[in-house]
């Protein structure tokens, strides 16, 4: 969850700080008011957590399917997220809103791990967010953009996924298919501690997840479990203090049909439990998120190199954070070759 999201981390004496203030402006001697900033920069993380499918909230159909050895793609996307927020009723920000666009780059290749079916993913953001509200009646605008983490994942197929070429690919037929994927955000998004306004999270993320794929037909089912981890952020503002979350755990299920090859809908869903954040050591139970979307995906190819992805992603069961609409569009060219 985590990666390239924005934060809020504290509050001045009257309000927020505005972006580009100074950190000299906060005020040390209200505990209350740190309690309000606290809960706005963890209602600010999954804001923003909705605009990337790399985190808690992705809705990621066939992620398990079979791709040839040496194919390579590059993405092009963009994500638009544009909501209210919630948060619990001792906390005093109301009509809080937020607009988050995200282009996204990604790489693709695909390869062979100990003679099973396995790919690797990169992938770059850059965030633009728009967000507003009333703290303790204050009117209050927040406008932030930048290069947020950049985000990893391996995955290897366990059962039902050898490693096969284009050629033998042809003929091949998926049924049961079971693997295992590691994902990991580098804390490479842009980060100051003296600034209350980030689009880095300055640490790294982990998710470790087990992924179940069967086919019937054209009918296609996926399922997946796996959970988030977290290491401290010992620079949070105004950098003297250390900012820790719990895990996450996350479920994920899709449904899709195949139109014809390449054509593909799906229906999406999932549901995430967790992530309790700390500052300073205490703990801010307050903050822990059970929340669930629900979406859909279709993929059309264009030429035989070339793919349009759009996405449509919404709220189901918002306990606390942000409840979004979030529309993704993408294009994809893939090609064959072995790298030299």
């Known amino acids: 969850m985590p990666g390239h999201f924005l934060q809020i981390q504290s509050l001045t004496k009257r309000t927020l700080l505005l972006a580009g203030s100074e950190a000299t402006q906060f005020d040390h001697h209200r505990p209350a008011r740190s309690l309000v900033a606290e809960r706005l920069a963890n209602l600010l993380f999954m804001i923003c957590l909705a605009s990337n499918t790399s985190y808690s909230q992705a809705l990621t159909p066939r992620a398990y399917t079979i ?3 040496h194919v390579n793609a590059v993405t092009l996307g963009y994500s638009f997220s544009d909501g209210t927020v919630l948060l619990d009723d001792t906390v ?6 937020a607009r988050l666009s995200t282009p996204v780059f990604n790489y693709f290749h695909a390869l062979s791990f100990i003679g099973r079916s396995a790919n690797f993913t990169a992938a770059l953001p850059y965030t633009i967010g728009h967000l507003q509200g009333k703290v303790l009646g204050a009117e209050t605008k927040v406008y932030r953009s930048g290069l947020g983490g950049s985000a990893y994942r391996f995955s290897v197929n366990l059962k039902g996924g050898p490693s096969i070429t284009p050629k033998e690919f042809l003929s091949w037929r998926q049924k049961t298919l079971l ?3 590691l ?10 501690p003296a600034r209350l306004v980030n689009i880095g999270t300055n640490r790294w993320a982990f998710k470790p997840e087990l992924g179940l794929s069967r086919r ?14 977290f290491t401290t952020n010992q620079d949070f503002f105004p950098g003297t203090v250390s900012r820790s979350q719990e895990p996450i755990g996350v479920a994920e299920m899709h449904l899709s049909y195949d139109v014809k090859t390449g054509f593909w809908a799906s229906i999406d869903s999932n549901f995430w439990y967790g992530g309790t954040t700390s500052r300073g050591g205490i703990e801010d139970t307050a903050t822990l998120q059970k929340n669930s979307r629900i979406g859909a995906t279709c993929a059309i190819p264009v030429g035989k190199r070339q793919t349009l992805k ?8 918002v306990r606390f954070g942000g409840n979004f609409q979030n529309l993704s569009i993408g294009w994809q060219y893939s090609w064959l070759g072995k790298p030299n």
């Not at 994902?183 to 100051?192: H, L, M, R």
């Open 67 to 69: 791709t040839p050895i």
């Open 92 to 97: 005093p920000i109301t009509d809080g809103v």
């Open 179 to 181: 693997g295992v994927s």
């Open 183 to 192: 994902a990991v955000v580098a804390p490479t998004g842009q980060y100051d």
């Open 216 to 229: 019937w037909r054209t009918w296609l089912f996926d399922a997946y479990g796996g959970a988030w981890f």
């Open 310 to 317: 759009f996405s449509y992603s919404r709220g189901a069961y």
